[in-house]
């Protein structure tokens, strides 16, 4: 895959969240492949696991286990270099999560500015990730408030079902709260259709549906159901690296450039 990253040096990193409070969705998917293609494009590309369930971390063929991950780094308000993991694409790292993130929620409740923690981890890295990816839980709870306030922009997933309308809405009200409260330059950086089947009646109905009741940036690119893609994170690799010839690794390729 040919480098086609044109960001200068000049150009401030650009921190995307991938939400939807929706489980099943593909957040995490997005999150491991469109983070792959942007660093295999020439991206330095760093992928924060902000879900307890931490399937972005084993997804990159990491365990979720042991210390030095995003629970210990959001806490201290800063990422120790040995938090930063190499993972098997060039350019491209993750900041591993594991099941005691859960017990964060709750500690950061009496947290003084709570909703910064991860904006402030943040402004902790080295400067020099052109894109910072951040996978957020199925949930509109305290991490996913920290990932929006520490965010540029949200690429929000959505599968082709009947009920697609009724979550975007919800996310949609809680950005415009994180916008009043705690981010007001915070966009959407555009709608992904995920798991779609061009074979089925609701999946096409549910796009156009979709195109004709928002009113916001949709990107192009839809990603298709794709069994390489479904087998990928069960062997720790990002599909381009597990079957680059496979429909699923097209489309986040273009995915990538559509949105760099």
Request: proline share 5%.
């Amino acid at each position: 895959m040919s480098s086609f990253c044109e960001r200068s040096e000049a150009e401030m990193r650009l921190k995307i969240a991938i939400s939807n409070q929706k489980g099943g969705v593909g957040k995490t998917t997005t999150s491991i492949n469109l983070g792959a293609c942007l660093a295999m494009s020439g991206c330095r590309t760093l992928v924060i696991d902000i879900d307890p369930q931490a399937n972005a971390t084993s997804g990159l063929g990491f365990k979720p286990n042991g210390d030095n991950t995003i629970y210990e780094a959001l806490l201290n308000e800063k990422a120790e270099p040995a938090m930063i993991k190499n993972t098997a694409v060039d350019s491209l790292f993750l900041l591993p999560s594991n099941i005691n993130l859960t017990g964060a929620e709750i500690e950061l409740i009496a947290a003084e500015n709570r909703e910064y923690k991860l904006k402030n981890l943040i402004n902790s890295l080295p400067a020099d990730f052109e894109f910072i990816i951040i996978d957020c839980p199925p949930s509109l709870g305290l991490l996913t408030v920290n990932s929006l306030t520490a965010a540029d922009s949200v690429i929000i997933p959505l599968q082709t079902e009947y009920f697609a309308l009724e979550g975007l809405r919800l996310l949609l009200d809680t950005i415009d709260k994180i916008r009043g409260s705690f981010n007001p330059s915070l966009e959407v950086e555009g709608l992904l259709f995920t798991m779609y089947d061009k074979r089925t009646t609701l999946g096409n109905q549910v796009v156009q549906e979709v195109i004709k009741n928002y009113d916001g940036n949709i990107f192009k690119t839809i990603i298709p159901r794709n069994i390489r893609l479904s087998e990928s994170p069960s062997h720790g690799l990002p599909v381009a690296l597990y079957d680059a010839k496979s429909k699923g690794s097209d489309a986040y390729i273009d995915l990538a450039r559509e949105l760099i």
